[in-house]
């Protein structure tokens, strides 16, 4: 199953919005087939092993790192090409929380003899597609915010001017977050002050599929209620692109545009924006924004995990601070975090940390 799994990692930037799959067939001690799905529309990871196999995977047990699907998308059913090839067992780590398939995959396999153990490195398997998960759960997107702040927790200068805080290292390592995302948020004030391009780089990634990953539709959501994208912006390159807007605001002519319901201070609803990212099969997000929409991200607890790169340098209490919070008055008020990781990136560090729910504070 650990095999299956690193199989399963070559798709991290390429799958979407498709879950990350391996598979490994398994004769007595030799694996005889093995695959991984690597992109939405081609095989999936058992076909790719079954084929791989062809007539040894009679037989055979597969170790496979999700339910094998039910039912036919864009290519046939795994289920039913297991129970054709004669696998004998299928161990998975993990059900599909996919509505189409919640255990009809294992119940397909049952009924045709095969015997299903499940629940195999199960943790592992979750947080290989956490969007796939989150959709299906809880009805939204895997939110992942990126942060980057001097040492003393500061953004940009009092003027605005913020590049480069971070090193070359830091900005490299962005590129992964970018590529095994479904799609990139930001805010229009991030826009007008750094014009960025949140395009994924393909010879920063590292990957045998960088190419491919740089090359995939992966949109912008520009959050802009009042319609104050520049018409030359760099994220408008992005034929994706699409700019999220509350009302009759008028926007670059050519630009596909997205009307949400207004939150109580006239921003974009959160909330609404989340179920729109989900309805488009955007399941795993990456936020690149400033302290204000971060800010609200975290006031609304819609944020699943942060990644904040920290460099070495002082700015200043006159510089902008990393979030625009409400004053907390007392401790138990604070918004809780758990570091699952932490790590040299270049010379910055890297922290990534999770919420901390109301339930377990």
């Known amino acids: 199953m650990a095999r299956a799994l690193r199989l399963a990692e ?16 398994v004769v007595g ?4 087939g093995e695959g991984y799905h690597r992109r939405a529309g081609e095989e999936h990871a058992e ?4 084929r791989i196999a062809g007539p040894r995977a009679r037989g055979a047990t597969a170790y496979v790192t999700l339910e094998p699907c039910s039912f036919e998308g864009r290519t046939p059913a795994c289920a039913v090409a297991l129970v054709r090839a004669g696998v004998t067992r299928v161990v998975a780590a993990m059900a599909d929380p996919h509505p189409k398939n919640q255990g009809a995959g294992f119940a397909a396999l049952q009924k045709a003899g095969i015997a299903v153990t499940t629940d195999l ?3 592992s398997a979750r ?6 998960i989150s959709k299906f759960e809880q009805g939204r997107p895997f939110v992942r915010i990126k942060l980057a702040m001097t040492l003393d927790g500061k953004t940009a200068l009092a003027n605005g001017v913020s590049q480069w805080i971070t090193g070359p290292g830091a900005r490299s390592d962005v590129q992964k977050l970018r590529a095994r995302s479904s799609a990139i948020v930001t805010g229009v004030q991030t826009v007008i002050d750094d014009d960025p391009a949140l395009t994924v780089r393909a010879s920063q990634l590292q990957h045998e599929h960088a190419d491919l990953a740089a090359a995939l539709p992966r949109p912008i959501f520009v959050l802009d209620s009042r319609g104050r994208i520049p018409p030359n912006a760099r994220v408008l390159a992005n034929p994706d692109t699409v700019v999220v807007t509350t009302g009759p605001a008028e926007v670059v002519p050519g630009v596909a545009v997205c009307r949400l319901a207004a939150e109580s201070g006239g921003r974009v609803d959160l909330v609404s924006l989340m179920a729109e990212l989900a309805r488009r099969d955007c399941n795993e997000v990456l936020f690149e924004c400033g302290a204000t929409l971060a800010g ?3 006031r609304e607890q819609l944020i699943d995990e942060v990644v904040i790169y920290v460099a070495p340098r002082f700015m200043g209490h006159q510089a ?3 979030l625009n919070l409400p004053e907390i008055g007392k401790m138990s008020g604070l918004h809780e975090l758990e570091v699952s990781d932490v790590r040299m990136v270049g010379s910055d560090i890297r922290i990534t940390a999770n919420p901390v729910s109301s339930d377990q504070a």
Not at 29 to 32: G, K, L, M, S, T
Not at 47 to 50: D, K, R, T, V
Not at 127 to 132: F, I, K, Q, V, Y
């Open 10 to 25: 070559r798709g991290l930037y390429t799958t979407h919005p498709n879950p990350r799959v391996g598979c490994v067939l």
């Open 29 to 32: 001690d030799e694996i005889v």
């Open 47 to 50: 076909a790719m092993a079954l």
């Open 121 to 123: 490195m199960a943790l």
């Open 127 to 132: 947080t290989l597609n956490p969007g796939h």
């Open 296 to 298: 609200a991200l975290v």
């Open 320 to 322: 902008r601070s990393l």
